[in-house]
């Protein structure tokens, strides 16, 4: 009988960590038919790959390159179709850095609301943003087209770089086919990555990038080292700038060093690249100053939340260590900054001593377990489709079913087939291979312990270390193994992954249905922000059509806290239907079959009247324009939501 192999310590906490991100995957609390359905299909996938993983190490490399081509351009054709027939309404932080980005590129540095005073860390993205607005502003781009052009740039660069360092990691097709299946059978090239810009994807180029000049710097000469360097102090600076917890990389050197120390491998001539990524994080300091100056951005510590009250957030139970609206608001309602620092260094032991050892341990864990989850990838950051074509609003509750479990499966899979590896491995200490390995290991527990002991976590932080557990799955010497099945076998576990998916989909999607959202618009730069609304005087009538092409019974729209007008949604035949105020918003709940309706919202009082509506400079946020008494703004729109309940 074989002998159990002992993991080594950082490998082993490592499977550890992601069996926890398995079991979050797994379990949903109120829909746990979703967790049965998971379970099936990575079943069925692990036995899968298991199987065919042999049968596809066979096959000539020249072959596996050219379908690897063409599936690369059947996914760029189907992200050209989504963006153009399925974009989503941007909000939250994407829009805010979108729209300030905009009106820079229009050549106005006017800081108008609080939200880059209490996150700063946006500036710097917001400003690079802007630049590639100017460049292609002089093509005569919109900011749609060119937002979407960057997202494609950006994330079909990335999965074209992670094959290639998979490639170039395992020398094997199976690891090389699973990377592409996980990139492009998924919905990780289609969803929320595709359809909203946001720091997270250029930050995991930005780490893949330097692993990858990490891993080319051996096979260099001193010409190429030129260009290497530059990249990699340039890459440092800039994921840094985008998104500043990259910084546990430097701690992961550090360890990595020691170890190689300890074992006597360190070779000193060979950490010239080590040394220019520590140069690269250092400039980044001076080049947040910069951009600072260049956009007329003055930073307000009034407004800006001390580190200390994303510590306070982290160790909230009752959010589960999440962002916790509450506790900001009693930061903002203290204001001053340093009053804030000193009531959160008083909170956060209180807390800690409040929920207790056993507690603190359970807490951690839960937050690993969000750290990893998958299953929000589509509504992340985005507020639904603006207007879905009815093909989607007819089936909504499938496609949004199938979404969910089909990045669950796919993740699961990837992570138990790592956990296997890591369980096992050995490091060589002497191949520059396996101790990039050791990096890309040692920094992906780096960042899940600033997560899970430190900060706050959401779904999307644990995505960073997708491109590090990749490369450690492709990096792990694995033997050969044959795996004998018999013919049929492999399309009968392939027919019944299909029928769990599809099948599964449609018992989740009548079991567990959703509020659908048929029409929207809610990019909108937020009144807690201190965004101005329009100034609408009396007799004034601002009017929007929406397009519905499925069912609803609700729709909202947004108006101003404390103004008084008269809101109606009128038909393609005419029927009017009014809208009642709800405070901030007016509603209506009546059945609305597919067709094109009328927003209208007129001040009937005597007096002006603040109307929350969205202007930009350059950047349509719906499908038709904002007219105000008959003049047609192209550039501005309410904030409505139109579901199905």
């Known amino acids: 009988m074989a002998k159990l192999r002992r993991p080594q310590f950082l490998p082993g906490f490592l499977a550890i960590c992601l069996t926890i991100g398995v079991i979050a995957n797994l379990y949903t609390k109120k829909a746990l038919m979703t967790g049965v ?18 049968k596809l190490d066979a096959l000539a ?4 390159d050219h379908s690897l081509l063409a599936a690369g351009g059947v996914m760029l054709l189907g992200q050209l179709a989504i963006l153009k027939w399925l974009p989503v309404t941007v909000y939250h932080d994407p829009y805010r850095v979108l729209s300030q980005a905009d009106q820079m590129a229009a050549g106005h540095n006017i800081w108008a609301i609080t939200y880059f005073w209490r996150y700063p860390n946006n500036v710097p993205l917001a400003y690079l943003l802007s630049l590639w607005l100017r460049f292609t502003n002089l093509f005569g781009l919109s900011t749609n087209t060119s937002i979407h052009l960057l997202s494609l740039i950006v994330l079909d660069g990335f999965i074209a770089l992670l094959l290639v360092m998979v490639r170039r990691f395992a020398k094997r097709n199976a690891p090389v086919i699973g990377a592409a299946s996980f990139m492009l059978l998924t919905p990780f090239a289609y ?31 001193s010409i190429s080292h030129w260009f290497m360097g530059f990249g990699l102090i340039a890459i440092a600076a800039i994921g840094q700038l985008l998104k500043p917890n990259l910084i546990v990389l430097l701690p992961a050197l550090v360890i990595v060093l020691a170890l190689m120390a300890f074992h006597k491998h360190v070779h000193w001539r060979k950490l010239l690249p080590l040394a220019l990524i520590v140069l690269g994080f250092g400039l980044s300091i001076p080049a947040k100053t910069l951009i600072y100056q260049e956009s007329n951005f003055h930073a307000d510590q009034q407004f800006q939340l001390p580190t200390t009250s994303w510590m306070l957030m982290g160790v909230n139970q009752h959010s589960n260590g999440m ?12 204001g001053n900054q340093k009053k804030v620092q000193a009531y959160d260094l008083k909170t956060i032991p209180q807390r800690v001593k409040k929920i207790g050892p056993i507690g603190l341990i359970k807490l951690w864990v839960v937050k690993l377990g969000i750290l990893q989850r998958v299953g929000g990838i589509k509504n992340w950051y985005n507020g639904g489709f603006r207007s879905a074509p009815a093909w989607v609003q ?15 499966i796919a993740t699961i899979t990837m992570l138990l087939t790592l956990i296997m590896c890591l369980w096992t491995w050995r490091i060589d200490w002497s191949d520059p291979k396996d101790l990039l390995v050791l990096l890309a290991i040692t920094t992906t527990l780096g960042i899940f312990a600033f997560h899970t002991l430190l900060w706050e976590v959401e779904e999307r932080y ?13 990096g792990i010497k694995q033997p050969q193994r044959e795996a004998h099945a018999r013919q049929a076998v492999i399309p009968a576990l392939m027919a019944g992954l299909a029928i769990i998916g599809f099948a599964g989909s449609s018992l989740l999607a009548q079991g567990y249905p959703e509020h659908q959202v048929v029409a929207a618009q809610r990019s909108q730069l937020s009144v807690q922000y201190h965004a101005k609304p329009h100034l609408t005087q009396p007799n004034t009538t601002l009017k929007e059509s ?23 949604l009128t038909d393609a035949k005419g029927h009017v239907y009014p809208m009642y105020d709800a405070g901030s918003v007016y509603r209506l709940h009546h059945q609305l079959k597919p067709g094109t309706y009328t927003i209208t919202v007129k001040n009937t009082t005597h007096s002006a009247q603040n109307v929350d509506v969205v202007k930009t400079y350059n950047y349509h946020l719906a499908e038709h324009p904002l007219i105000i008494d008959g003049v047609k703004h192209p550039h501005a729109s309410f904030v409505f939501t139109c579901m199905q309940k």
């Open 37 to 54: 359905v998971v379970l099936i299909g990575s079943a069925l996938l692990l036995s899968i790959c298991h199987f065919l993983a042999p």
């Open 61 to 64: 490399k020249s072959k596996v």
């Open 191 to 221: 969803t929320y990555y595709l359809q909203v810009f946001y720091s997270d994807l250029p930050a995991m180029l930005s780490l893949l990038a330097l692993f990858g000049l990490m891993y080319a710097w051996p096979h260099g000469n």
């Open 323 to 334: 962002y916790s609206g509450k506790d900001v608001g009693h930061a903002i309602k203290i």
């Open 394 to 408: 007819n089936h909504a509750d499938f496609w949004s079913q199938l979404t969910r479990i089909s990045y669950q």
């Open 462 to 474: 644990g995505q960073i270390v997708l491109p590090l557990l990749w490369l450690s799955l492709a």
């Open 546 to 568: 929406i397009t519905l092409h499925g069912h609803a019974n609700y729709l909202s729209v947004q108006v101003h806290a404390g103004s008084t007008v008269e809101a109606t």
